[in-house]
Protein backbone atom coordinates (compact mmCIF):
# COMPACT_ATOMS: atom_id res chain seq x y z
CA UNK A 1 0.00 0.00 0.00
CA UNK A 2 2.73 2.86 0.82
CA UNK A 3 4.95 1.25 -2.00
CA UNK A 4 2.48 2.20 -3.95
CA UNK A 5 1.82 5.77 -2.80
CA UNK A 6 5.70 5.98 -2.59
CA UNK A 7 5.50 4.87 -6.47
CA UNK A 8 2.74 7.18 -7.16
CA UNK A 9 4.60 9.88 -5.53
CA UNK A 10 7.39 9.10 -7.46
CA UNK A 11 5.84 9.52 -10.95
CA UNK A 12 4.35 12.64 -10.68
CA UNK A 13 7.81 14.17 -9.29
CA UNK A 14 8.88 12.76 -12.78
CA UNK A 15 5.97 14.39 -14.30
CA UNK A 16 6.50 17.69 -12.31
CA UNK A 17 9.47 17.86 -13.41
CA UNK A 18 9.19 17.51 -17.07
CA UNK A 19 6.09 20.28 -17.07
CA UNK A 20 8.43 22.98 -15.26
CA UNK A 21 11.29 22.07 -17.24
CA UNK A 22 8.72 22.54 -20.72
CA UNK A 23 7.05 25.53 -19.26
CA UNK A 24 10.70 26.92 -18.25
CA UNK A 25 11.50 26.25 -21.98
CA UNK A 26 8.94 28.07 -23.43
CA UNK A 27 9.41 30.85 -21.36
CA UNK A 28 12.62 30.76 -22.56
CA UNK A 29 12.22 31.10 -26.05
CA UNK A 30 8.92 33.83 -25.37
CA UNK A 31 12.19 36.16 -23.88
CA UNK A 32 14.23 35.10 -27.56
CA UNK A 33 10.75 36.77 -29.70
CA UNK A 34 10.46 39.03 -27.52
CA UNK A 35 14.20 40.73 -27.66
CA UNK A 36 13.56 40.77 -31.78
CA UNK A 37 10.43 42.07 -31.33
CA UNK A 38 11.64 44.97 -29.18
CA UNK A 39 14.78 45.32 -32.15
CA UNK A 40 12.34 45.38 -34.44
CA UNK A 41 10.55 48.32 -33.07
CA UNK A 42 13.93 50.43 -31.58
CA UNK A 43 14.96 50.34 -35.38
CA UNK A 44 11.72 51.68 -36.86
CA UNK A 45 11.57 54.47 -34.25
CA UNK A 46 15.37 54.89 -33.27
CA UNK A 47 17.72 57.79 -34.85
CA UNK A 48 21.48 57.84 -34.98
CA UNK A 49 22.90 60.28 -32.39
CA UNK A 50 25.30 61.24 -34.71
CA UNK A 51 23.64 62.65 -37.78
CA UNK A 52 19.88 63.36 -36.07
CA UNK A 53 18.66 60.45 -38.54
CA UNK A 54 17.70 57.15 -39.21
CA UNK A 55 20.32 54.67 -39.13
CA UNK A 56 22.48 54.18 -42.36
CA UNK A 57 24.61 51.54 -40.64
CA UNK A 58 23.61 47.83 -39.22
CA UNK A 59 26.97 48.55 -36.81
CA UNK A 60 25.49 51.94 -35.66
CA UNK A 61 22.18 50.54 -35.47
CA UNK A 62 23.46 47.25 -33.27
CA UNK A 63 25.01 49.05 -31.55
CA UNK A 64 22.57 52.05 -30.73
CA UNK A 65 20.22 49.16 -29.16
CA UNK A 66 22.85 47.17 -27.69
CA UNK A 67 23.87 50.53 -25.34
CA UNK A 68 19.84 50.76 -24.40
CA UNK A 69 19.25 47.20 -23.54
CA UNK A 70 19.32 45.61 -20.29
CA UNK A 71 19.85 42.32 -20.12
CA UNK A 72 19.01 40.08 -17.14
CA UNK A 73 21.94 38.30 -14.95
CA UNK A 74 21.24 35.13 -17.39
CA UNK A 75 21.14 36.65 -21.03
CA UNK A 76 23.15 38.04 -23.00
CA UNK A 77 22.76 40.38 -26.01
CA UNK A 78 25.79 40.96 -28.69
CA UNK A 79 26.10 41.83 -32.33
CA UNK A 80 27.66 40.27 -35.30
CA UNK A 81 28.71 42.85 -37.85
CA UNK A 82 29.83 41.26 -41.34
CA UNK A 83 29.92 38.13 -39.73
CA UNK A 84 31.84 39.17 -36.48
CA UNK A 85 31.21 40.01 -33.32
CA UNK A 86 31.22 43.74 -32.64
CA UNK A 87 29.25 45.09 -29.41
CA UNK A 88 28.44 43.39 -26.28
CA UNK A 89 25.85 44.89 -23.74
CA UNK A 90 26.89 45.86 -20.91
CA UNK A 91 26.50 43.24 -18.55
CA UNK A 92 28.66 40.73 -17.41
CA UNK A 93 27.25 37.24 -18.80
CA UNK A 94 27.55 33.94 -17.02
CA UNK A 95 29.60 32.43 -20.20
CA UNK A 96 30.81 34.38 -23.49
CA UNK A 97 29.63 32.65 -26.92
CA UNK A 98 30.98 36.16 -28.88
CA UNK A 99 34.05 34.52 -28.38
CA UNK A 100 33.43 30.87 -28.93
CA UNK A 101 34.39 30.75 -33.16
CA UNK A 102 32.61 27.39 -33.50
CA UNK A 103 29.61 29.05 -32.24
CA UNK A 104 30.12 32.81 -34.32
CA UNK A 105 31.24 30.95 -37.23
CA UNK A 106 27.75 28.58 -37.41
CA UNK A 107 25.79 32.01 -37.15
CA UNK A 108 27.61 34.13 -39.11
CA UNK A 109 25.88 33.53 -42.15
CA UNK A 110 22.16 33.50 -40.91
CA UNK A 111 19.85 35.27 -43.51
CA UNK A 112 17.04 34.09 -41.44
CA UNK A 113 15.92 34.62 -37.77
CA UNK A 114 17.01 30.86 -36.30
CA UNK A 115 17.19 29.94 -32.74
CA UNK A 116 18.65 26.81 -31.18
CA UNK A 117 20.49 25.23 -28.37
CA UNK A 118 24.36 25.83 -27.81
CA UNK A 119 26.65 24.39 -25.22
CA UNK A 120 28.28 27.28 -23.05
CA UNK A 121 30.58 26.89 -20.40
CA UNK A 122 27.86 28.08 -18.41
CA UNK A 123 25.96 24.89 -18.90
CA UNK A 124 23.61 24.67 -22.22
CA UNK A 125 22.11 28.18 -23.57
CA UNK A 126 19.10 29.00 -25.91
CA UNK A 127 19.71 31.51 -28.49
CA UNK A 128 18.24 33.51 -31.16
CA UNK A 129 19.80 35.07 -34.06
CA UNK A 130 18.02 38.08 -35.30
CA UNK A 131 19.46 39.11 -39.08
CA UNK A 132 19.62 42.63 -39.42
CA UNK A 133 19.19 44.87 -42.79
CA UNK A 134 19.36 48.28 -43.67
CA UNK A 135 17.97 49.45 -46.89
CA UNK A 136 21.30 51.31 -48.52
CA UNK A 137 23.87 49.85 -45.72
CA UNK A 138 27.36 48.99 -46.74
CA UNK A 139 27.08 46.34 -44.12
CA UNK A 140 24.83 43.37 -42.59
CA UNK A 141 24.78 42.33 -39.00
CA UNK A 142 22.41 40.42 -36.47
CA UNK A 143 21.34 40.27 -33.19
CA UNK A 144 22.13 37.60 -30.65
CA UNK A 145 20.69 36.86 -27.31
CA UNK A 146 21.55 33.76 -25.41
CA UNK A 147 19.78 32.55 -22.45
CA UNK A 148 21.65 30.73 -20.32
CA UNK A 149 19.09 27.78 -19.31
CA UNK A 150 21.39 26.73 -16.78
CA UNK A 151 20.05 28.75 -13.57
CA UNK A 152 16.63 27.82 -14.86
CA UNK A 153 17.05 24.09 -14.88
CA UNK A 154 18.71 24.84 -11.45
CA UNK A 155 15.05 26.57 -10.36
CA UNK A 156 13.33 23.37 -11.43
CA UNK A 157 15.29 21.01 -9.79
CA UNK A 158 15.00 23.12 -6.61
CA UNK A 159 11.56 23.13 -6.73
CA UNK A 160 11.61 19.27 -7.79
CA UNK A 161 13.79 18.54 -4.64
CA UNK A 162 11.48 20.72 -2.47
CA UNK A 163 8.74 18.69 -4.05
CA UNK A 164 10.31 15.31 -2.73
CA UNK A 165 11.03 16.22 0.54
CA UNK A 166 7.72 17.68 1.33
CA UNK A 167 5.93 14.14 -0.75
CA UNK A 168 9.01 12.12 1.13
CA UNK A 169 7.39 13.52 5.12
CA UNK A 170 3.81 13.77 4.05
CA UNK A 171 4.42 9.89 3.05
CA UNK A 172 5.90 8.79 5.70
CA UNK A 173 3.81 11.05 8.47
CA UNK A 174 0.92 9.61 6.25
CA UNK A 175 2.29 5.79 6.93
CA UNK A 176 2.98 6.25 10.91
CA UNK A 177 -0.37 7.71 11.13
CA UNK A 178 -2.25 4.83 9.50
CA UNK A 179 0.01 2.49 11.51
CA UNK A 180 -1.25 4.26 14.10
CA UNK A 181 -4.92 3.82 13.25
CA UNK A 182 -4.10 0.63 12.12
CA UNK A 183 -3.01 -0.65 14.89
CA UNK A 184 -6.16 0.61 16.80
CA UNK A 185 -8.52 -0.43 14.48
CA UNK A 186 -6.96 -4.28 15.14
CA UNK A 187 -6.41 -4.32 18.76
CA UNK A 188 -9.67 -5.77 18.97
CA UNK A 189 -9.33 -8.39 17.08
CA UNK A 190 -5.90 -8.85 18.52
CA UNK A 191 -7.62 -9.39 22.09
CA UNK A 192 -10.35 -11.92 20.29
CA UNK A 193 -7.47 -13.94 18.96
CA UNK A 194 -5.73 -13.76 22.05
CA UNK A 195 -8.96 -15.09 24.12
CA UNK A 196 -9.89 -17.75 21.09
CA UNK A 197 -6.48 -19.15 21.97
CA UNK A 198 -6.80 -19.33 25.62
CA UNK A 199 -10.25 -20.82 25.35
CA UNK A 200 -9.71 -24.88 25.36
CA UNK A 201 -12.57 -27.36 25.98
CA UNK A 202 -12.14 -27.34 29.77
CA UNK A 203 -13.02 -23.59 30.54
CA UNK A 204 -15.09 -23.02 27.91
CA UNK A 205 -16.65 -20.12 30.34
CA UNK A 206 -14.50 -17.37 29.20
CA UNK A 207 -16.34 -14.71 27.40
CA UNK A 208 -15.04 -11.45 25.19
CA UNK A 209 -15.18 -8.64 27.08
CA UNK A 210 -17.53 -6.34 24.44
CA UNK A 211 -17.19 -2.86 24.12
CA UNK A 212 -19.10 -0.19 21.87
CA UNK A 213 -21.07 -1.04 18.84
CA UNK A 214 -19.49 -1.37 16.34
CA UNK A 215 -18.47 -4.54 13.24
CA UNK A 216 -15.56 -5.86 15.64
CA UNK A 217 -18.11 -5.43 18.77
CA UNK A 218 -20.63 -7.53 16.70
CA UNK A 219 -17.78 -10.02 15.85
CA UNK A 220 -17.28 -10.32 19.57
CA UNK A 221 -20.51 -10.66 20.34
CA UNK A 222 -21.05 -13.65 17.93
CA UNK A 223 -17.97 -15.18 18.86
CA UNK A 224 -19.62 -15.47 22.62
CA UNK A 225 -22.96 -16.49 20.98
CA UNK A 226 -20.93 -19.81 19.71
CA UNK A 227 -19.11 -20.29 22.89
CA UNK A 228 -22.33 -20.21 24.38
CA UNK A 229 -23.49 -22.74 21.95
CA UNK A 230 -20.43 -24.91 22.42
CA UNK A 231 -20.57 -24.66 25.75
CA UNK A 232 -24.09 -26.36 26.19
CA UNK A 233 -23.19 -28.80 23.17
CA UNK A 234 -20.18 -29.76 25.50
CA UNK A 235 -22.30 -29.74 28.51
CA UNK A 236 -24.62 -31.98 26.95
CA UNK A 237 -22.02 -34.42 25.76
CA UNK A 238 -20.62 -34.54 29.31
CA UNK A 239 -24.21 -35.16 30.73
CA UNK A 240 -24.70 -38.02 28.37
CA UNK A 241 -21.47 -39.59 28.99
CA UNK A 242 -22.19 -39.22 32.72
CA UNK A 243 -25.55 -40.56 32.72
CA UNK A 244 -24.46 -43.42 30.25
CA UNK A 245 -21.92 -44.60 32.61
CA UNK A 246 -23.78 -44.44 35.57
CA UNK A 247 -26.51 -46.52 34.06
CA UNK A 248 -24.39 -49.10 32.54
CA UNK A 249 -22.29 -49.06 36.09
CA UNK A 250 -25.65 -50.96 37.74
CA UNK A 251 -25.76 -53.72 35.22
CA UNK A 252 -21.93 -54.64 35.18
CA UNK A 253 -22.20 -54.52 38.90
CA UNK A 254 -25.29 -56.69 38.95
CA UNK A 255 -23.73 -59.17 36.49
CA UNK A 256 -20.18 -59.18 38.33
CA UNK A 257 -21.69 -60.09 41.65
CA UNK A 258 -23.70 -62.83 40.20
CA UNK A 259 -21.01 -64.31 38.37
CA UNK A 260 -18.42 -63.84 41.98
CA UNK A 261 -20.99 -65.76 43.45
CA UNK A 262 -21.56 -68.38 41.11
CA UNK A 263 -22.52 -71.79 42.28
CA UNK A 264 -21.42 -75.23 41.89
CA UNK A 265 -24.70 -76.33 41.53
CA UNK A 266 -26.35 -76.87 38.26
CA UNK A 267 -29.53 -75.58 38.72
CA UNK A 268 -28.61 -72.12 40.46
CA UNK A 269 -25.77 -72.65 37.68
CA UNK A 270 -27.97 -72.09 35.02
CA UNK A 271 -30.49 -69.61 37.15
CA UNK A 272 -27.51 -67.18 37.42
CA UNK A 273 -26.65 -67.73 33.81
CA UNK A 274 -30.52 -66.67 32.49
CA UNK A 275 -29.77 -63.76 35.20
CA UNK A 276 -26.28 -62.51 33.51
CA UNK A 277 -27.63 -62.96 29.95
CA UNK A 278 -30.81 -61.09 31.23
CA UNK A 279 -28.94 -58.00 32.19
CA UNK A 280 -26.67 -58.38 29.37
CA UNK A 281 -29.61 -58.09 27.19
CA UNK A 282 -30.74 -55.14 28.97
CA UNK A 283 -27.06 -53.54 28.63
CA UNK A 284 -26.90 -54.14 24.78
CA UNK A 285 -30.08 -52.24 24.38
CA UNK A 286 -29.49 -49.22 26.20
CA UNK A 287 -25.86 -48.98 24.47
CA UNK A 288 -27.93 -49.25 21.43
CA UNK A 289 -30.34 -46.60 22.91
CA UNK A 290 -27.42 -44.23 23.46
CA UNK A 291 -25.58 -44.91 19.89
CA UNK A 292 -29.03 -43.95 18.38
CA UNK A 293 -29.60 -40.51 20.43
CA UNK A 294 -25.87 -39.84 19.71
CA UNK A 295 -26.58 -40.47 15.87
CA UNK A 296 -29.74 -38.09 15.92
CA UNK A 297 -27.51 -35.08 16.24
CA UNK A 298 -26.18 -35.83 13.18
CA UNK A 299 -27.21 -34.32 10.16
CA UNK A 300 -27.51 -38.09 8.14
CA UNK A 301 -29.72 -39.04 11.05
CA UNK A 302 -32.63 -39.45 8.82
CA UNK A 303 -32.81 -41.57 5.45
CA UNK A 304 -35.84 -39.54 3.69
CA UNK A 305 -38.38 -41.67 1.05
CA UNK A 306 -41.66 -41.77 0.25
CA UNK A 307 -43.94 -43.00 3.01
CA UNK A 308 -47.44 -44.03 2.75
CA UNK A 309 -48.77 -43.30 5.76
CA UNK A 310 -51.57 -45.47 5.95
CA UNK A 311 -49.20 -48.44 5.81
CA UNK A 312 -46.97 -47.31 8.33
CA UNK A 313 -49.56 -47.56 10.45
CA UNK A 314 -50.79 -50.74 9.94
CA UNK A 315 -47.17 -52.19 9.98
CA UNK A 316 -46.84 -50.66 13.40
CA UNK A 317 -50.31 -52.36 14.86
CA UNK A 318 -49.63 -55.50 13.58
CA UNK A 319 -45.71 -55.15 15.26
CA UNK A 320 -47.29 -53.66 18.32
CA UNK A 321 -49.81 -55.86 18.57
CA UNK A 322 -47.21 -58.79 19.59
CA UNK A 323 -46.19 -56.44 22.62
CA UNK A 324 -48.90 -57.54 24.86
CA UNK A 325 -52.53 -58.43 25.21
CA UNK A 326 -54.97 -55.33 24.51
CA UNK A 327 -57.68 -53.81 22.91
CA UNK A 328 -55.25 -52.66 19.83
CA UNK A 329 -57.42 -50.40 17.08
CA UNK A 330 -56.62 -47.77 14.76
CA UNK A 331 -57.93 -44.57 15.41
CA UNK A 332 -57.49 -42.63 12.13
CA UNK A 333 -55.65 -43.20 8.88
CA UNK A 334 -55.33 -40.50 6.49
CA UNK A 335 -54.42 -41.40 2.93
CA UNK A 336 -50.75 -39.79 2.45
CA UNK A 337 -48.04 -40.08 1.51
CA UNK A 338 -44.73 -37.97 2.82
CA UNK A 339 -41.70 -37.49 2.34
CA UNK A 340 -39.95 -39.28 5.67
CA UNK A 341 -37.85 -41.65 7.20
CA UNK A 342 -40.19 -44.52 7.53
CA UNK A 343 -38.09 -46.57 9.82
CA UNK A 344 -37.14 -44.10 12.24
CA UNK A 345 -40.98 -42.70 12.73
CA UNK A 346 -42.06 -46.76 13.00
CA UNK A 347 -39.18 -46.75 15.68
CA UNK A 348 -41.15 -44.09 17.61
CA UNK A 349 -43.88 -45.29 17.63
CA UNK A 350 -42.86 -48.66 18.89
CA UNK A 351 -41.62 -47.12 22.04
CA UNK A 352 -44.30 -45.23 21.95
CA UNK A 353 -46.83 -48.42 21.59
CA UNK A 354 -44.01 -50.63 24.41
CA UNK A 355 -44.86 -47.75 26.32
CA UNK A 356 -48.92 -48.28 26.55
CA UNK A 357 -48.32 -51.63 26.89
CA UNK A 358 -46.65 -50.91 30.08
CA UNK A 359 -48.44 -48.80 31.58
CA UNK A 360 -51.68 -50.59 30.78
CA UNK A 361 -53.39 -53.48 31.58
CA UNK A 362 -55.03 -56.54 29.29
CA UNK A 363 -58.95 -55.03 29.05
CA UNK A 364 -57.37 -51.55 28.32
CA UNK A 365 -57.39 -49.90 24.93
CA UNK A 366 -54.42 -48.36 22.73
CA UNK A 367 -55.21 -46.70 19.65
CA UNK A 368 -52.65 -45.59 16.80
CA UNK A 369 -53.85 -43.18 14.62
CA UNK A 370 -52.60 -40.68 11.40
CA UNK A 371 -55.07 -37.38 10.57
CA UNK A 372 -53.54 -34.68 8.73
CA UNK A 373 -53.97 -31.49 10.47
CA UNK A 374 -53.27 -27.39 9.48
CA UNK A 375 -51.10 -29.12 7.35
CA UNK A 376 -49.58 -30.99 9.68
CA UNK A 377 -49.30 -34.61 10.23
CA UNK A 378 -50.09 -36.09 13.42
CA UNK A 379 -48.77 -39.63 14.26
CA UNK A 380 -50.29 -40.86 17.37
CA UNK A 381 -50.40 -43.71 20.00
CA UNK A 382 -53.88 -43.40 22.90
CA UNK A 383 -54.07 -45.62 25.76
CA UNK A 384 -56.26 -46.03 28.72
CA UNK A 385 -53.61 -46.57 31.14
CA UNK A 386 -52.20 -45.03 34.18
CA UNK A 387 -51.55 -42.01 32.79
CA UNK A 388 -49.17 -39.67 33.76
CA UNK A 389 -48.90 -36.72 36.72
CA UNK A 390 -49.13 -33.32 35.50
CA UNK A 391 -45.46 -32.70 37.12
CA UNK A 392 -43.84 -35.63 34.68
CA UNK A 393 -45.22 -34.82 31.31
CA UNK A 394 -42.26 -32.47 30.82
CA UNK A 395 -39.41 -34.55 32.80
CA UNK A 396 -40.57 -38.09 31.20
CA UNK A 397 -38.76 -36.85 27.81
CA UNK A 398 -35.65 -36.28 29.35
CA UNK A 399 -32.69 -38.99 29.30
CA UNK A 400 -33.11 -41.66 31.59
CA UNK A 401 -36.38 -40.00 32.99
CA UNK A 402 -38.68 -42.60 34.97
CA UNK A 403 -41.35 -42.09 36.85
CA UNK A 404 -42.26 -44.15 40.21
CA UNK A 405 -40.25 -46.72 41.24
CA UNK A 406 -36.79 -45.17 41.05
CA UNK A 407 -35.36 -46.94 43.92
CA UNK A 408 -36.50 -50.05 41.55
CA UNK A 409 -34.00 -49.35 38.70
CA UNK A 410 -31.85 -51.99 36.85
CA UNK A 411 -35.15 -54.17 37.68
CA UNK A 412 -36.03 -56.65 34.97
CA UNK A 413 -38.70 -55.00 33.13
CA UNK A 414 -38.03 -51.91 33.80
CA UNK A 415 -37.18 -49.54 30.88
CA UNK A 416 -33.80 -47.21 30.89
CA UNK A 417 -35.84 -44.45 30.65
CA UNK A 418 -34.60 -43.50 26.82
CA UNK A 419 -37.54 -44.39 25.26
CA UNK A 420 -39.42 -41.03 24.95
CA UNK A 421 -36.00 -38.97 24.70
CA UNK A 422 -35.79 -41.54 21.27
CA UNK A 423 -39.04 -40.37 20.32
CA UNK A 424 -38.28 -36.20 20.66
CA UNK A 425 -35.12 -36.75 18.60
CA UNK A 426 -37.01 -38.74 16.05
CA UNK A 427 -39.35 -35.46 16.02
CA UNK A 428 -37.14 -32.83 16.32
CA UNK A 429 -35.21 -34.68 13.10
CA UNK A 430 -38.01 -34.39 11.22
CA UNK A 431 -38.88 -30.91 11.94
CA UNK A 432 -41.47 -31.64 14.46
CA UNK A 433 -41.77 -31.98 18.43
CA UNK A 434 -43.97 -34.72 20.63
CA UNK A 435 -47.68 -33.45 21.93
CA UNK A 436 -48.35 -35.13 25.34
CA UNK A 437 -51.96 -35.38 26.52
CA UNK A 438 -52.50 -37.12 29.87
CA UNK A 439 -55.18 -37.59 32.59
CA UNK A 440 -53.71 -39.37 35.52
CA UNK A 441 -56.36 -42.47 35.88
CA UNK A 442 -57.84 -42.09 32.69
CA UNK A 443 -54.79 -42.70 30.12
CA UNK A 444 -52.34 -40.49 27.49
CA UNK A 445 -52.00 -40.02 23.96
CA UNK A 446 -48.81 -38.97 23.07
CA UNK A 447 -48.69 -37.44 19.29
CA UNK A 448 -45.89 -37.03 16.97
CA UNK A 449 -46.73 -33.32 15.29
CA UNK A 450 -44.76 -33.26 12.22
CA UNK A 451 -44.21 -30.75 9.38
CA UNK A 452 -46.73 -32.38 6.13
CA UNK A 453 -43.71 -33.13 3.37
CA UNK A 454 -45.61 -34.36 0.71
CA UNK A 455 -43.52 -36.31 -1.37
CA UNK A 456 -44.78 -35.07 -4.90
CA UNK A 457 -41.59 -33.43 -4.34
CA UNK A 458 -42.31 -29.70 -5.21
CA UNK A 459 -43.91 -28.52 -2.23
CA UNK A 460 -42.32 -25.32 -0.39
CA UNK A 461 -42.49 -27.97 2.89
CA UNK A 462 -39.40 -29.19 2.51
CA UNK A 463 -37.46 -26.12 3.18
CA UNK A 464 -39.97 -25.69 6.08
CA UNK A 465 -39.27 -28.83 7.60
CA UNK A 466 -35.52 -28.20 7.38
CA UNK A 467 -35.78 -24.64 8.97
CA UNK A 468 -38.16 -26.22 11.97
CA UNK A 469 -35.74 -29.12 12.50
CA UNK A 470 -33.63 -26.50 13.56
CA UNK A 471 -35.39 -24.59 15.95
CA UNK A 472 -36.96 -27.79 17.18
CA UNK A 473 -33.00 -28.79 18.13
CA UNK A 474 -32.65 -25.63 19.76
N1 LIG B 1 -48.18 -44.39 28.02
C1 LIG B 1 -47.69 -44.09 29.21
N2 LIG B 1 -48.48 -44.11 30.32
C2 LIG B 1 -47.97 -43.77 31.51
N3 LIG B 1 -46.69 -43.40 31.74
C3 LIG B 1 -45.87 -43.39 30.69
C4 LIG B 1 -46.30 -43.71 29.39
N4 LIG B 1 -45.26 -43.59 28.55
C5 LIG B 1 -44.22 -43.21 29.32
N5 LIG B 1 -44.53 -43.09 30.60
C6 LIG B 1 -43.69 -42.66 31.69
O1 LIG B 1 -42.58 -42.01 31.17
C7 LIG B 1 -41.36 -42.60 31.58
C8 LIG B 1 -40.35 -42.51 30.53
O2 LIG B 1 -40.68 -43.28 29.39
P1 LIG B 1 -39.54 -43.80 28.46
O3 LIG B 1 -40.16 -44.51 27.33
O4 LIG B 1 -38.68 -42.63 28.15
O5 LIG B 1 -38.71 -44.73 29.37
P2 LIG B 1 -39.02 -46.21 29.77
O6 LIG B 1 -40.19 -46.69 29.03
O7 LIG B 1 -39.10 -46.22 31.25
O8 LIG B 1 -37.69 -46.91 29.34
P3 LIG B 1 -37.31 -47.40 27.88
O9 LIG B 1 -38.31 -46.80 26.93
O10 LIG B 1 -35.95 -46.86 27.68
O11 LIG B 1 -37.36 -48.84 27.91
C9 LIG B 1 -41.73 -44.00 31.90
O12 LIG B 1 -40.87 -44.53 32.88
C10 LIG B 1 -43.14 -43.85 32.45
O13 LIG B 1 -43.11 -43.56 33.80
MG1 LIG C 1 -40.30 -46.63 26.95
Redesign the pocket.
Known amino acids: MMLLVALALSAELVIAARVLTERAEAELDQELVHEGDKLRDYAERAVDPATGEPYREVRNLLAGYLAEAVPDADETLFSLVDGRPAHRARAEPPARLDTDPRFVSRIAGLSQPESGTVASAAGPARYAVFPVRLEGAPDTGALVVVEFAAPVEERVASTVRVLAVVSFVALTLAGLASWQVAGRVLAPIRTLRRTAETIRESDLDQRIVVTGTDDVAALAHTFNEMLDRLQSAFAGQRQLLDDASHELRTPITVIRGHLELISDKPAERSRTLALVLDELHRMN ?2 VD ?1 LMLLAKAERPDFLDLSEVDVTDLVMEVLAKASALGDRQWTVSDAAEQTVLADGQRLTQALM ?2 A ?3 V ?3 RPEDAISIGTTVVDGRLRLG ?1 S ?1 T ?4 APE ?1 CAR ?2 DRF ?4 HRGDRGRRG ?10 ASIAHAHGGRVLLD ?1 TPGK ?2 T ?1 ILDLPLVPADGHHHDTATAATGRSEARR
Open positions: RLDQLANARHTVDGTGIDIFARTGDGAGLGLAIVSGSF
